[in-house]
């Protein structure tokens, strides 16, 4: 699979003091599924142009015949991806060999939550009901996003992707150590926070995961907290 360049110029490292926290956790969020093919592929709008490019890459291993693109706007997205992320996820994949007939893209969706929802009811649309899917995202989102799917579409059998970058490379690859070290503290509190809520199914978590999770927040990596 294809690294993507630098969304901005700047040199990003994790700063000592921080790392093994963060290297806990990044590992926490990474399911590391072996991918077998599916109905479907589900890419989940974000910051990151990686989920199209992992979606265009297994698309093009045979992984599976059709993608979904679904996502709108967010705050963290909206200059990046102006015509909102799965339409520039889209233009992304084409530009990648993906055919125009293998993509379908669901514009709307403003939270993990409303990718499976509405993907889902696009492809309903579309009379397609899957069996299977394989869900791609940034690669600290694909636990939650496993255990939303898992409770909101309990029927089909999912599977998560990202592209196999390692810590390092991916941090360098955003250009902001801060914002990836802030979306990971984020998405490790809406494991437990979303499960309690009805929005996800329960998931452990190990002691070592909180205390990283409580070492990052003292340290003032709030941003992303609900």
Request: aromatic letters at 8%; proline letters at 5%.
């Amino acid at each position: 699979m294809r690294n993507e360049a630098s969304l901005t110029t700047q040199t990003a490292e994790l700063p000592h003091s921080i790392r093994s926290a963060v290297e806990v956790l990044w590992a926490y969020h990474d399911l590391h599924h072996a991918l077998e093919p599916t109905d479907v592929g589900i890419g989940l709008g974000s910051h990151d142009l990686g989920v199209a490019t992992c979606a265009a890459d297994l698309y093009s291993a045979g992984t599976f015949p059709l993608i979904v693109f679904t996502g709108a706007n967010a705050p963290t997205t909206i200059d990046r991806f102006p015509r909102g992320e799965a339409v520039h996820y889209r233009e992304h994949a084409l530009t990648l060999g993906v055919p125009d007939e293998a993509i379908m893209v669901e514009p709307e969706a403003r939270n993990t939550g409303d990718n499976i929802t509405l993907a889902r009811k696009l492809l309903q649309k579309r009379g397609l009901e899957p069996n299977s899917v394989t869900l791609i995202s940034r690669p600290y989102q694909q636990r939650r996003a496993f255990a939303t799917c898992r409770k909101l579409w309990p029927q089909v059998s999912v599977q998560c992707a990202s592209l196999p970058l390692t810590l390092d490379d991916y941090v360098s690859s955003i250009g902001d150590f801060e914002r990836v070290v802030n979306m990971l503290v984020g998405d490790t509190q809406r494991i437990k926070v979303y499960a309690e809520k009805g929005f996800a199914i329960e998931q452990s978590m190990p002691d070592e995961v909180r205390s990283a999770f409580q070492q990052l927040v003292d340290d003032g990596y709030t941003t992303r907290l609900i």
